[in-house]
């Protein structure tokens, strides 16, 4: 797929641009329409306008979109497509959950979710189909691929799990919340690790 930030043509980036704040708007209105049924109540939650398998599972949702160009009086079609795929594509379960969001060959938007914070017994955040359409809302218009994970701050007598959302090149984009957890540490490097999850680090 091409990448969203390495192409230079000025007219490629505004299209780009004008994709994610269209599909920014669906991924809004999916949103809005969920609420309103979760609102109107359980016996027609059979009405969620979202896939069954929504948002753990494997599951794809299309859009397609018309408009008018004002100045040159053509007729445009986008075909915005809302992907997810369950943490299981590497062949390990500890693989994290990602959901993408692409036009043709460009994704527009990109979130991936830890998976060892979605299998935590005790979860501090609830990781539902609300905070993946939210999650995607903002990787659309930062215009940046997101990772939502944890990092451990050291202490004594407990280690601290700080809960974030960072871009692909590890900037801080939001702290989601932070709690107190038991020392475990990684069996080949000895680097603290979360709660739940192999006992060692990703990626060795
Ligand atoms: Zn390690």
């Given at each position: 797929m091409k990448d969203m930030h390495n192409d230079n043509d000025p007219q490629?980036?505004?299209?780009?641009?004008?994709?994610?704040?269209?599909?920014?708007?669906?991924?809004?209105?999916?949103?809005?329409?969920?609420?309103?049924?979760?609102?109107?109540?359980?016996?027609?939650?059979?009405?969620?306008?979202?896939?069954?398998a929504f948002p753990f599972g494997h599951f794809t949702m299309t859009e397609t979109i018309r408009w008018l160009d004002d100045v040159r009086r053509h007729n445009h079609q986008a075909t915005l497509v809302f992907r997810g795929l369950p943490n299981v594509t590497n062949g390990t379960s500890w693989a994290p959950f990602v959901w993408q969001l692409y036009s043709g060959e460009v994704i527009l938007g990109h979130v991936e979710l830890d998976a060892r914070l979605f299998f935590d017994p005790e979860p501090l955040l609830s990781w539902d189909a609300d905070f993946v359409l939210e999650s995607m809302m903002q990787s659309l218009s930062q215009g940046r691929q997101l990772r939502v994970s944890s990092r451990i701050e050291e202490g004594f007598p407990q280690n601290v799990q700080v809960f974030e959302i960072r871009t692909f090149d590890n900037g801080l984009l939001r702290e989601l919340g932070r709690r107190y957890i038991h020392k475990r540490v990684c069996s080949i490097c000895h680097r603290a690790l979360p709660p739940t999850g192999p006992q060692q680090c990703l990626y060795h």
């Open positions: 490629f980036r505004r299209d780009v641009t004008m994709y994610r704040e269209l599909a920014c708007h669906w991924i809004a209105q999916e949103r809005e329409a969920r609420r309103t049924q979760l609102h109107i109540g359980a016996a027609q939650y059979s009405n969620d306008p979202l896939p069954r």
